[in-house]
């Protein structure tokens, strides 16, 4: 008897923990007609183009859609940065950007925002002048928090 409330216990605490687990859901939208969507991290390829599920945080990951004439890290487009983590303090959860520091440069309208937690926050880049853009690294305000648990990210290209 003690065995099976111990294991029952062991079986409920587990699912608790499974539902409970930290995960983050980078979806993306092209509607330029050409182009791949890349996610990536840690120059790994995370994605191209469907829906990439990490389970726990997305730290420091890049995307940008690959017209051909993108370096391996975005470099001479437009690129969206984000790190999706849920807060373990005050401020310290999700935040996404766009950059157009050099090498970056403005290549398609491109944007992003949250789901799943702070809808509507986000930001779009319909020209190389995008007043929400990194144009150097100084521009930290152009930068979109979210301190929300599981958190999820649609990026566009071309919206």
Do not use: W
Request: proline share 5%; with cysteine; net charge negative.
């Amino acid at each position: 008897m003690l065995f099976t409330a111990i294991v029952t216990a062991a079986l409920a605490s587990a699912a608790f923990v499974g539902v409970n687990a930290e995960s983050h859901t980078v979806h993306f939208v092209n509607n330029c007609g050409r182009g791949t969507p890349l996610l990536k991290a840690g120059g790994a390829t995370l994605s191209t183009g469907g829906d990439y599920t990490s389970n726990g945080p997305l730290i420091s990951a890049i995307a940008f859609l690959q017209t051909g004439s993108c370096g391996d890290n975005g470099e001479g487009c437009t690129l969206i940065e984000t790190t999706l983590k849920n807060p373990t303090s005050p401020g310290s959860g999700s935040s996404t950007d766009i950059s157009l520091i050099p090498p970056h440069a403005f290549s398609v309208t491109s944007g992003f925002g949250y789901y799943n937690g702070c809808d509507g926050a986000g930001a779009d880049c319909t020209n190389a002048n995008c007043p929400t853009a990194f144009h150097q690294p100084g521009d930290t305000g152009v930068q979109v928090a979210c301190q929300v648990d599981n958190v999820n990210l649609a990026i566009t290209f071309c919206d």
